[in-house]
């Protein structure tokens, strides 16, 4: 009796089980956990990723360049390697490109070097020459100097172009431009322009008039403002101090009063190439300055920021990644530095202290790719532009709607911007 009296209940526990699970089926899910349920301020849109980071590509930005009075036609020809580009306002946009670069049969016009099938490498060194002037295997192709620098505005329009600076770049052993920019101190918008495989530092007038020039055309070395190796940028103190990052070839930081006297410099290759110290450089490549007057440096063959004061005293150091190349930087008015890195193909955050905090991008040549991003700035509107040495082109992204803030590009400083 009691068997069967278990049994029954066995049976009954067996049957309610069954029902639970055929009610929990069909009945309506009112589940409310967090996998079920959006988090708070997530993107409803379904699918994608943040390939471009906050922005979104402007599409075919430049536009191409028109044949101009000068008889020269642009059939066949395309953009070369972009050194620099620099934002005076959304409307002023300065290029400095290392001449223009013939097309292969059969292209598409203005297709930019990197995104040729297959791909070619637009370096702008002369055909048969490595970028140190030693000989090399002819490639075939020559590019010429055509519109090396030139404006344009935010359709890409090109408003201006200095026509008759082409010829001071064609010498044997040169390529072109590596940096142009302007002092955010300068009332009078002074153009500075960095050639680094002549070696030569120049400042223009507004209008293109050259008031400076630093240096001994074609001639390399280590000699205060008369001789350097492979110069690669420029930044200033407010009282027109200036500092040259000095560069491939050399191994220092110096430093120019605002007339353009040489005072100091500092900087060695490393005693032990496996293990630099600080103040040891390899490739001085990019240069900054912060609001309280430290100076960060991009030791680029090294894979590292470097730290100074501005008489030259090692104050910290950072490394960029182990396959990091970082070829560009800027502190942004809200001291944030960020680097364009030509290892990794990447728009990467620091904080000055060092920290890593973001960053976006990849290698490739298609629209928003990246390869040799070489040039970084920003103009008022927050639209960022990034100029290629490899891919042969400047591309500009404009910040999405509603974008973060903190992963945007903040503002480079400029005269009167306060």
Not at 89 to 101: C, F, K, Y
Request: hydrophobic residues 35%; proline residues 8%; neutral net charge.
């Amino acid at each position: 009796m009691r068997i069967r009296i278990r049994s029954l209940t066995i049976l009954l526990v067996i049957g309610l089980a069954a029902l639970a699970v055929l009610v929990s089926c069909s009945a309506p899910s009112n589940d409310s956990t967090p996998a079920a349920t959006a988090a708070p301020g997530a993107s409803l849109d379904k699918g994608g990723q943040e390939e471009f980071g906050p922005y979104e590509l402007v599409e075919n930005w430049p536009q191409p360049l028109e044949d101009s009075p000068d008889g020269v036609k642009h059939e066949g020809w395309t953009w070369g390697s972009v050194g620099a580009v620099f934002a005076e306002t959304p409307d002023r946009i300065w290029i400095a490109q290392r001449g223009e670069l013939p097309l292969p049969a059969g292209a598409k016009p203005w297709t930019p070097y990197g995104a040729l099938t297959p791909a070619r490498v637009s370096n702008g060194n002369d055909d048969g020459s490595t970028p140190t002037c030693d000989p090399e295997p002819k490639r075939g192709w020559e590019r010429r100097y055509h519109h090396v620098i030139f404006v344009v505005d935010r359709n890409g329009k090109m408003v201006q172009w200095w026509q008759d600076l082409d010829k001071i770049f064609d010498m044997k052993c040169g390529r072109g431009p590596h940096k142009i920019k302007m002092s955010p101190y300068d009332p009078e918008k002074h153009v500075w322009i960095i050639d680094d495989q002549l070696h030569m530092i120049y400042k223009f007038t507004y209008d293109g008039k050259m008031v400076m020039s630093l240096g001994t055309k074609g001639q390399k070395g280590r000699d205060g403002g008369k001789l350097f190796d492979r110069p690669t940028d420029i930044a200033w103190l407010p009282d027109g101090t200036f500092f040259i990052s000095d560069g491939y070839g050399g191994t220092r930081v110096a430093k120019f009063d605002k007339d353009g006297k040489f005072l100091m410099d500092w900087g060695t290759p490393p005693k032990d190439p496996k293990n630099p110290g600080p103040n040891e450089f390899n490739t001085v490549h990019s240069i900054q300055i912060s609001k309280d007057r430290r100076l960060f440096v991009v030791d680029r063959g090294h894979r590292r920021i470097q730290v100074f004061d501005e008489n030259g005293k090692f104050l910290d150091m950072f490394k960029t990644g182990v396959r990091s190349s970082p070829y560009a930087h800027i502190i942004t008015t809200d001291q944030f530095l960020w680097i364009s890195d030509g290892g990794t193909n990447r728009i990467v955050k620091y904080d000055l202290d060092g920290h890593y905090l973001y960053g976006w991008g990849g290698p490739g040549g298609q629209p928003g790719q990246f390869n040799g991003p070489h040039s970084i700035t920003v103009d008022q509107e927050g639209n960022l532009y990034l100029a290629e040495v490899f891919n042969g082109r400047v591309q500009k992204f404009r910040p999405k709607p509603n974008a973060d803030k903190a992963k945007l590009v903040g503002q480079e400083q400029r005269y009167g911007a306060s």
